[in-house]
């Protein structure tokens, strides 16, 4: 089975800092990758899929990049609304997802 | 517009078997797939099953002895059953809908599943 790891687990920063989260795949995830954001006694809501391509109606502060197993998420100016739980998950055989990045604000 | 709703009972005791239900609306089961993913509180996400647009199951690995899913297509319903439920099953239990590419753009709200005597 694919593994996926997300770092770092708790992240702390001031609004407008420029926000990089990692995820890697223990193999190969060929761009089948999707970020989604929790907030606190939400359910998740997607973010990015296909590794970099921003779903419809999100800030265009948040990107993605990455290929192969290594894949960041960024948020270009962080704001208050943005504090949240980011998970990250792959859908390249079978279905997996990270074990998640609390963001807080310093 | 797309909806998901799932429902079913909130406590459930120890070794029995937990039943729930995903409603949806605004789109048809047989066009796309609906998946069923837990949360333990405080925890992460983990993906537990899903039912394809065809009628076809795939399941998680680490469940698939204990995990059944099934739907109606009449009633819009896909159905979850896990039996031999612990404490460690205790979990929000989210239906959320594949966007053919494998992503989840829609989600339910989530129920709270407690597994206690």
């Known amino acids: 089975d694919i593994q996926m790891t997300q770092s770092p687990s708790l992240l702390s920063a001031s609004v407008g800092d420029r926000v990089t989260l990692s995820c890697k795949a223990s193999?190969?995830?060929?761009?089948?990758l999707a970020w989604y954001q929790q907030k606190l006694g939400e359910a998740p809501k997607l973010l990015i899929y296909?590794?970099?391509s921003l779903q419809t109606g999100i800030p265009s502060r948040f990107s993605g990049s990455g290929s192969g197993t290594d894949y960041t998420l960024t948020i270009s100016s962080l704001q208050p609304e943005d504090v949240a739980t980011y998970f990250c998950q792959k859908y390249y055989s079978g279905w997996t997802f990270g074990g998640g990045t609390k963001l807080e604000l310093k | 517009q797309v909806q998901l709703k799932e429902s079913g009972p909130g406590l459930v005791q120890p070794s029995q078997t937990l039943s729930l239900t995903c409603t949806v609306s605004?789109?048809?089961?047989?066009?796309?797939?609906v998946h069923w993913v837990r949360q333990p509180p405080g925890k992460g996400l983990e993906w537990m099953g899903r039912?394809?647009?065809?009628?076809?199951?795939y399941y998680n690995s680490a469940l698939k002895s204990r995990l059944s899913i099934s739907r109606d297509t009449s009633k819009s319903q896909v159905f979850l059953k896990m039996n031999s439920l612990q404490t460690e099953d205790t979990a929000i239990y989210y239906c959320?809908?594949?966007?053919?590419?494998?992503?989840?753009?829609?989600w339910g709200q989530g129920t709270l599943v407690t597994v206690s005597s």
């Open positions: 296909d590794a970099n």
């Open positions: 193999q190969s995830i060929y761009n089948s």
């Open positions: 039912m394809k647009y065809d009628g076809d199951t």
């Open positions: 959320t809908r594949d966007n053919y590419g494998g992503w989840f753009a829609y």
């Open positions: 605004g789109f048809s089961l047989m066009d796309y797939s």
